[in-house]
T-cell receptor, first 116, second 111 residues
Framework: DQQVKQNSPSLSVQEGRISILNCDYT??????FLWYKKYPAEGPTFLIS?????DKNEDGRFTVFLNKSAKHLSLHIVPSQPGDSAVYFC???????????????FGKGTHLIIQP | DTAVSQTPKYLVTQMGNDKSIKCEQN?????MYWYKQDSKKFLKIMFS???????INETVPNRFSPKSPDKAHLNLHINSLELGDSAVYFC??????????FGQGTRLTVV
């Protein structure tokens, strides 16, 4: 049973435009959400996170939005650059719910391709 | 300086062999994990260690055993390797369950 879902296996965006990656979750205990970026043959790299007490977190070109009622979060990258081409994983953890030691639950990933 | 390092990066071995993957973190983190990324690209947690104590143990075969000689190391031992064990294994560490830092991964191929 997938508790974190990324329904788009791949996404192609033109350089300079906005990339929007989506993620849905089912476990109400999740209260901390993270996005990771992964290049081939490398480990996932932390990108940005958001706590359930917020609905938006911004870091440079990256913004994460959280809609708790819909159990949905999204990552916006603007403007998209060629170096952004990678697989993006959404992850969640019940950090404040006392289950933080359970580790991260990951989505299946979305392969973002930035076209010149 | 690599924050989380794991060795080897590639491991090819025959069925039935016993192998180990090493992991070290120099971040002073209190919790270390092993994740498995299977052929379907799912990243799933296998184990976590906090202060030398196994906190969780997902439903992985008991042929897999984590060993932590100290807070900075969490090695993964696998006995009697099977074809289905072929995957990429990632080590990770966190402090107070915040953002996890991952190693580069070990691609294990069992032939």
């Amino acid at each position: 049973d997938q508790q974190v879902k990324q329904n788009s296996p791949s996404l192609s965006v033109q350089e300079g435009r906005i990339s929007i990656l989506n993620c849905d979750y089912t476990n109400s205990m999740f209260d901390y959400f993270l996005w990771y970026k992964k290049y081939p043959a490398e480990g996932p790299t932390f990108l940005i996170s958001i706590s359930s007490i917020k609905d938006k977190n911004e870091d440079g070109r990256f913004t994460v939005f959280l809609n708790k009622s819909a159990k949905h979060l999204s990552l916006h990258i603007v403007p998209s650059q060629p170096g952004d081409s990678a697989v993006y994983f959404c992850a969640a953890i019940p950090m404040y719910s006392g289950g933080g030691a359970d580790g991260l639950t990951f989505g299946k990933g979305t392969h973002l391709i930035i076209q010149p | 300086d690599t924050a989380v390092s794991q060795t080897p990066k590639y491991l090819v071995t025959q069925m039935g062999n016993d192998k180990s993957i090493k992991c070290e973190q120099n971040l002073g983190h209190d919790t270390m994990y092993w994740y498995k990324q299977d052929s379907k690209k799912f990243l799933k947690i296998m184990f976590s260690y906090n202060n030398k104590e196994l906190i969780i143990n997902e439903t992985v075969p008991n042929r897999f055993s984590p060993k932590s000689p100290d807070k900075a190391h969490l090695n993964l031992h696998i006995n009697s390797l099977e074809l289905g064990d072929s995957a990429v294994y990632f080590c990770a560490s966190t402090h107070m369950n915040t953002e996890a830092f991952f190693g580069q991964g070990t691609r294990l191929t069992v032939v």
